[in-house]
């Protein structure tokens, strides 16, 4: 389980829902140079999804997921999308965690 979620009560546990469209961001050429993604995807998304065959679809999939757990309010709420990082578990199953954008600060990302 990703360690933001595992901290989470029962009690303070939520469901958010989001759709867009992947026309709403930004085309980039180069996403790593592109402050749209640098400033709201971390070192570790920015990489997942230029590797995927449709880097902005896979980029819309991260925003969404991202929006999603903005919308359920709490903790969560409270971060940039930049401080969240969409991580992908074993067997493909997606998962939070807020440890991400504070790494990539300290590596100059």
Excluded at 11 to 20: L, P, Q, R, S, T
Excluded at 75 to 101: D, N, T
Aim: charged fraction near 25%; proline fraction near 6%.
């Amino acid at each position: 389980m990703s360690d933001l979620v595992s901290k989470v009560s029962p009690d303070e546990m939520a469901v958010g829902i989001d759709i867009e469209s992947c026309q709403t961001l930004p085309a980039s050429a180069d996403p790593w140079s592109d402050s749209f993604y640098r400033e709201n995807f971390t070192a570790a998304e920015i990489a997942y999804c230029v590797r995927q065959a449709d880097p902005r679809l896979a980029f819309c999939g991260l925003w969404s997921a991202k929006e999603a757990a903005f919308k359920c309010g709490g903790k969560i709420a409270k971060l940039a999308p930049r401080e969240i990082e969409i991580v992908h578990e074993p067997g493909g199953h997606a998962g939070i965690s807020a440890h991400a954008a504070r790494r990539d600060r300290s590596a100059g990302a």
